[in-house]
């Protein structure tokens, strides 16, 4: 977050008077400076004060965006890297995160365990699918009664400003919120703000390629169900799903 301030300078020479009229000439010009600078110091703090209430004002997501990523999984001595795309539209309550391979995500490695399989997640009208397209298997996880709704664009506004940092040479602000885990979010620090990454401890680390970045869904048709993807199809009994459906 920056801002910058124009300070005026005073005069630094007045118009030439008699003796006794310049002496009362002067007295005059510093007590209008003096009260002028007193002015121009108010001023400065009281943009001051709104520029750090601004910065410090946790960021709110656009309504949709998409952008490609990269992840890190660790599990004890496991560990694993993964790309993807994720695809948010608030606006129809629609998510879908792709992953190349689901192997390490908690949801889709609770279905098809220790395989090395893409996986997506689907969320839409209320509910979280899991969808495995090379074993053209897909199930209903959970609903948004029990957690698996879209992410409110707001979902950040309880966060705690961290700082700013500099990541791959990108000047970002991070924000900690607490969830299941904590979570340290990171932002691009100008004003379009744009989602850096996020980093959920202790075991997962996503971070956005900023070049994919869009501000909207290119294609409206990503979050269409296959046709396989039902609610009476519920994910196995021994996975994530199951207590969360309950």
């Not at 992953?99 to 509910?127: A, I, L, W």
């Not at 202790?202 to 048709?221: E, H, M, R, T």
Request: with cysteine; charged share 20%; aromatic share 14%.
């Amino acid at each position: 977050c920056f801002f910058f301030l124009m300070i005026r300078r005073p005069p630094r020479s007045t118009q030439s008077r008699s003796s006794a009229a310049s002496d009362v000439y002067k007295r005059q010009v510093s007590t209008q400076s003096t009260w002028g600078q007193f002015q121009e110091m108010k001023y400065i703090l009281l943009v001051a004060i709104f520029a750090l209430a601004v910065c410090n004002q946790p960021p709110v997501w656009p309504n949709q965006w998409q952008a490609t990523f990269k992840e890190t999984n660790v599990y004890l001595f496991l560990r694993g890297e993964n790309t993807g795309t994720y695809y948010y539209d608030w606006t129809n309550r629609n998510t879908r995160l792709d992953r190349d391979n689901g192997k390490f995500d908690r949801y889709c490695g609770s279905v098809h365990k220790f395989q090395d399989t893409p996986c997506t997640h689907f969320v839409t009208e209320g509910k979280r699918y899991l969808h495995f397209p090379e074993k053209n298997d897909c199930c209903y996880c959970c609903d948004s009664a029990h957690g698996c709704d879209v992410l409110k664009p707001d979902w950040l506004s309880a966060a705690q400003y961290t700082g700013n940092s500099r990541q791959d040479g990108i000047e970002v602000e991070s924000w900690t919120i607490q969830g299941l885990q904590k979570n340290i979010y990171y932002n691009t620090a100008d004003e379009r703000r744009i989602p850096f990454g996020i980093d959920q401890q202790p075991n997962n680390k996503v971070f956005y390629n900023l070049g994919s970045y869009q501000d909207s869904i290119a294609d409206p048709s990503v979050f269409r169900l296959p046709e396989i993807c039902r609610p009476e199809n519920t994910c196995p009994t021994f996975s994530v799903c199951t207590p969360l459906r309950d």
